[in-house]
């Protein structure tokens, strides 16, 4: 068993020992071994040249990490909170999105961001929201959101192999979570959704936080009866929209959990596309359940009612099989 925060951790040492071109930096990535922890003892281990700390501006430390990424070398840079990575957004789709297509593919940009995204700890609306569909929209850049210990230990390899950008949202809620992990764990594609659970009656789809949700919906909906399958995104841009319509199509009912608001955010573009590509095989509304379109509240009861629950998920598929 090994948390999610050990994963990541482990998934860093693995590329720092794999490729000599690989560093770490950001805000308190060293000495105060991140502000999660997932980088703790890796600036004893591989030392200051490796393991960067960064001033206090985020525009400032991705602009570096660009250039560096265009020099030749991997980083992999930490923005603390998603709500921090508003303040390095210029440099994001300026600049690491663009570069490509504005030099006629003479320049990539192999950088990997990493960011904590979404609520649950109590740290209020400047440190809790998920921005996930802000990223998503941006051509030049892969978005992708380990849901599991697995995927978080095995992602970050495969996405540094990308000669483009690629955006990591890792879960706060999910850090002191636990998995199994073999001992021989492969990096893992981050092309594909995968389906974690089969069923016939109705498509769950979720992603990051949320997968953990649809999962124990599926568990209280299989003791009435109702077989829901669970896809987990993974990726969120590209979408793997043939994973989502071939589940849709064979349960023709589809509900979506999306820990972003419900305005304009990933559930909507997926529930546009199944409207789009598979009209004529849903027999019921496409169900959305989101984060009620609020600042996250600090209060710990605020924070719990803003959030999508089991319940609520629950509710929306059964309501779709009605």
């Known amino acids: 068993m090994i948390t ?19 560093f770490l930096m950001g805000e308190d990535v060293g000495a105060y071994g991140g502000c999660f922890g997932v980088s703790r003892g890796l600036l004893e281990e591989y030392g200051p040249r490796r393991i960067r700390d960064t ?14 990424a265009l020099g030749g ?17 210029d440099q994001i789709l300026n600049n690491a999105a663009t570069l490509r297509h504005m030099s ?8 990997v961001i990493r960011m ?8 209020a609306a400047q440190h809790s929201h998920s921005l996930e569909a802000f990223y998503a929209h ?34 706060i809620a999910l850090y002191n979570s636990e998995g199994e992990l073999a001992a021989d764990a492969e990096p893992v594609d981050i092309d594909h959704a995968v389906v974690r659970r089969a069923g016939a009656d109705a498509t769950v789809v979720a992603f990051g936080a949320t997968l953990a949700i649809a999962e124990s ?6 003791a009435e009866g109702i077989a829901a399958e669970v896809i987990d995104v993974r ?5 793997d929209e043939a994973t989502l319509l071939e589940s849709v199509t064979r349960t023709h009912r589809l509900v979506i959990v999306d820990e972003c608001w419900r305005s304009v955010g990933i559930a909507a573009e997926i529930a546009a596309r199944a409207a789009e590509h598979a009209y004529y095989d849903l027999d019921a509304p496409i169900g959305r359940v989101c984060t009620t379109e609020v600042p996250i509240p600090y209060a710990r009861q605020l924070e719990e009612a803003a959030l999508p629950r089991v319940q609520t998920v629950v509710d929306a598929v059964r309501e779709a099989v009605s």
Request: glycine share 10%; charged share 20%.
């Open 235 to 239: 990726s969120l841009r590209p979408l």
């Open 4 to 22: 999610y925060r050990e994963a990541m951790r482990e998934a860093l040492r693995e590329a720092l020992d794999r490729d000599d071109r690989v």
């Open 55 to 68: 001033p206090l501006s985020e525009s400032a430390f991705v602009g570096a990490g660009i250039g560096a």
């Open 104 to 111: 006629g593919g003479q320049l990539g940009v192999p950088l």
């Open 138 to 171: 941006i051509p030049g850049l892969r978005v992708v959101s380990p849901a599991t210990v697995a995927d978080a230990r095995g992602m970050l390899w495969t996405a540094l192999q990308d000669p483009d950008p690629v955006v990591i949202f890792e879960p």
């Open 217 to 222: 919906a599926a568990e209280t909906l299989a």
């Open 116 to 123: 904590a995204t979404g609520a649950g700890r109590q740290l």
């Open 73 to 89: 070398m991997r980083p992999i840079v930490e923005i603390m909170t998603g709500n921090f990575s508003l303040l390095a957004l």
